[in-house]
């Protein structure tokens, strides 16, 4: 089975990831840590890989869609994965479609869906120690003493990427990128939506049972 997962930042992917790559005993493969492992392989195209990480910019489509294709090629995706992050793009998930041709079709497109006021709460409310690194979030796991660590008594800080200009902005680029990939597998008919506002526990409850009525069927 192969499966898209979908979500804006702060919607949970990657907590989800997990519970669905356990379900279905399916690799994962998230965009950010295929570039890290293409940079260190150091092949040429691991060089053009760090060329761009360097400069804190996004790899074209390209780059993107080679960097996939050559994991998809591994003996471990013969029957299936969860791509994370990938397709971003119109270009990028009409790619996929050529790279799994040989070996069916994508199986759904699972878009976890959370409205962007929302989003914008969750991903505004993290902050970090600067000595530990502890995460903290200031509604769902706030430290007992505000803007102090828990473990070592620590300043709390907010990461740069996480300021409102910041977050309102990666947003932005996300859902002008998105959109049109979510209607492309909206008129595929293998969009998926799962409510992303529930909690954790919830959502992931969700995503089982969908995951097993769409099992039973294929049966």
């Known amino acids: 089975m192969f499966i898209v997962l979908l979500g804006a930042p702060g919607a949970g992917k990657g907590t989800q990831a997990s519970v669905i790559s356990q379900k279905l005993n399916l690799p994962h493969l998230a965009t950010g840590d295929l570039f890290r492992q293409a940079v260190q392989k150091e092949s040429k195209l691991g ?30 995706c013969k029957n299936g994965c969860l791509l994370d992050g990938f397709p971003r793009t ?16 994508l ?7 959370v409205p962007e006021q929302e989003l914008l709460k969750r991903l505004l409310g993290r902050w970090i120690c600067r000595q530990c690194q502890t995460p903290y979030h200031e509604i ?13 008594g620590g300043e709390l800080y907010q990461r740069a990427d996480d300021t409102e200009a910041t977050v309102k902005e990666r947003l932005k680029v996300y859902f002008a990128q998105t959109t049109p990939v979510l209607d492309y597998y909206q008129n595929q008919g293998k969009l998926v939506k799962v409510d992303g506002k529930k909690t954790i526990k919830e959502v992931s409850k969700d995503i089982v049972e969908m995951l097993d009525t769409r099992l039973g069927k294929a049966k």
């Open 47 to 76: 060089q053009t890989v760090r060329g761009y990480m360097d400069k804190g910019l996004l790899a074209p489509d390209e780059v993107t869609i080679q960097v996939v294709s050559e994991r998809l090629n591994e003996p471990d």
């Open 90 to 105: 119109i270009e990028q998930a009409k790619a996929l479609d050529k790279a799994l041709a040989r070996r069916g079709a």
């Open 107 to 113: 199986d759904m497109g699972l878009y976890i869906e």
């Open 140 to 152: 769902s796991s706030p430290p007992k003493v505000k803007g102090k660590c828990d473990k070592c």
